[in-house]
């Protein structure tokens, strides 16, 4: 099994990417729907988090409100901490069961967006980093319906371009086109995965 690590700023591109690798063959474990499944309405993980932060992080059906919830935590580091410290052990165990689910000639990449911040790129065979210069970042994160002040916001709260490439193997420039980035998946395919596949 080769295990990639896949990450990268929000609004770089790691979903365009992990579509890339997944046409290649390539088997996606997704952190952020991980993230998702782990506060559904019923699931310990949702209890803990309105626990922590109180029904009014609800919907009226009671689901988690996520807007409600980044509006606390975007502001309070140590807010941000506390829900980390619920969801990230549930995030972890859950993908840890889905990899170890996996044949053992996949080539597995999990898309882990905090692997920097959460200190996780030892455990990978290969870490491979997603970039977009910061004006292209803030333009797809208010196509998406931030604001421009909470997409940089978001962008500052998360590690740094220098920290992501300090431990990354491949670094892919996704500030261009898609066949642009299209090229740079298969060179990275061709150059780091098949040798390992024989």
């Not at 997409?151 to 590690?159: E, G, L, T, V």
Request: aromatic fraction near 2%; hydrophobic fraction near 50%; avoid cysteine.
């Amino acid at each position: 099994m080769l295990r990639i690590g896949l990450t990268g700023g929000i609004g770089s591109g790691k979903s365009t990417v992990a579509g890339l690798l997944a046409a290649r063959g390539a088997r996606i474990v997704d952190a952020d729907r991980i993230a998702r499944e782990v506060v559904e309405p019923g699931t310990p993980g949702l209890q803990a988090v309105v626990a922590a932060f109180g029904q009014e992080v609800l919907t009226a059906e009671g689901a988690l409100d996520r807007p409600a919830l980044a509006a606390v935590v975007f502001a309070d580091p140590d807010a941000r901490r506390r829900l980390d410290g619920i969801v990230h052990p549930l995030v972890r165990a859950r993908a840890t069961e889905l990899v170890a689910a996996a044949p053992p000639d996949a080539v597995v990449v999990q898309d882990v967006p905090l692997l920097v911040e959460t200190g996780q790129a030892a455990s990978y065979d290969l870490v491979l980093v997603v970039e977009a210069d910061l004006d292209t970042r803030v333009r797809r994160l208010v196509g998406r319906g931030l604001s421009e002040e909470d997409a940089r916001a978001r962008i500052a709260a998360q590690a740094s371009d220098e920290q992501r490439r300090a431990v990354a193997d491949v670094v892919l420039d996704n500030s261009g086109s898609i066949e642009d980035l299209e090229a740079q998946v298969d060179r990275f395919w061709a150059e780091r995965v098949a040798p390992v596949l024989g």
